[in-house]
């Protein structure tokens, strides 16, 4: 299927055509997860699967296969780096993301499923090696934003709670302080903050557990971050993060705990200490 047949049916509010069955057309949409035609994977595969999505195309039956195929994909190439895998591993996220947000607003999608999607992304997360946001020539891969952006659905839902938003904010501080040999200048550290304040609107968190875990990015020894390239790179990213979070409380019209959130990630930033 070329372009103009997608474009054809985009023009038509997204409609079937007579000839073509959902299940097929959907099956050609993924496989254009990992292409390297950022109009396939992006402008076409995204966002004609994100209109089905939300036109509710799907019974439950199919979106739970369409999850099991996409975690599936995560694994593929895992570990490395500037390799074109990554765009099938980042958008698997960026659809995991887009379903979630739509169960959101009609769940169906039982605690098991959404357990095994944070368990995975968690993972995801931390063995995600390829940082790229923009790649010339072949769009972007942003595999740091679209997992920010499946968090971020993720602490919405109906089948997270205390524990899993723990969870997701210690992925999150896990992935900034380490060493890095990047420095994410995409946009990531306000996709990851959106996903906090998604945790924070949940009124679930503890105060003294926000105090804890802003704490944790300043608790490792930042002395001399800024000798070595590594650790100069992490400082970087946790303290661009801290600050985009900070404005997002900040400019927050309601938020529990609001005054004392935004002193504790103020406390944070300054804490930071390179030398």
């Given amino acids: 299927m070329d372009k103009q047949f997608w474009l054809e049916i985009m023009?038509?509010?997204?409609?079937i055509p007579e000839e073509h069955t959902?299940?097929?057309l959907t099956g050609e949409l993924f496989s254009y997860l990992g292409n390297?035609?950022?109009?396939l994977r992006d402008d076409i595969g995204y966002i004609v699967y994100a209109n089905w999505l939300e036109m509710g195309k799907y019974m439950q039956a199919e979106i739970a296969e369409h999850i099991q195929a996409l975690l599936a994909n995560l694994e593929t190439g895992i570990g490395e780096t500037e390799t074109d895998t990554v765009?099938?591993?980042?958008?698997?996220?960026?659809?995991l993301a887009e379903i979630i947000h739509n169960d959101n607003k009609a769940p169906q999608i039982d605690n098991a499923l959404i357990q095994d999607i944070l368990e995975k992304g968690l993972t995801y997360l931390q063995s995600e090696k390829d940082p790229r946001g923009y790649v010339q020539d072949k769009g972007w891969a942003h595999a740091l934003a679209h997992t920010a952006d499946l968090l971020r659905a993720l602490a919405k839902n109906e089948h997270t709670g205390l524990v899993e938003h723990k969870q997701m904010l210690s992925g999150i501080a896990e992935k900034l302080v380490a060493a890095s040999d990047w420095v994410y200048v995409h946009g990531?550290?306000?996709?990851?903050?959106?996903?906090v304040l998604s945790i924070l609107q949940r009124e679930m968190l503890p105060i003294g557990a926000v105090k804890e875990w802003a704490e944790s990015f300043v608790a490792p020894n930042w002395r001399g971050a800024w000798t070595k390239e590594e650790p100069t790179r992490a400082f970087f990213n946790v303290r661009n993060f801290l600050r985009s979070l900070y404005l997002q409380v900040n400019t927050e019209e309601e938020l529990p705990h609001q005054a004392?959130?935004?002193?504790?990630?103020?406390?944070?930033?300054?804490?930071?200490?390179?030398?």
Avoid: G, M
């Fill in 22 to 24: 959902l299940d097929e």
């Fill in 188 to 195: 990531e550290d306000d996709r990851l903050s959106a996903a």
């Fill in 260 to 275: 004392d959130t935004e002193k504790l990630i103020l406390n944070a930033v300054q804490s930071l200490r390179p030398y």
């Fill in 87 to 95: 765009f099938l591993r980042s958008f698997s996220v960026l659809f």
């Fill in 36 to 39: 390297t035609d950022p109009e």
């Fill in 11 to 15: 023009q038509d509010d997204y409609a």
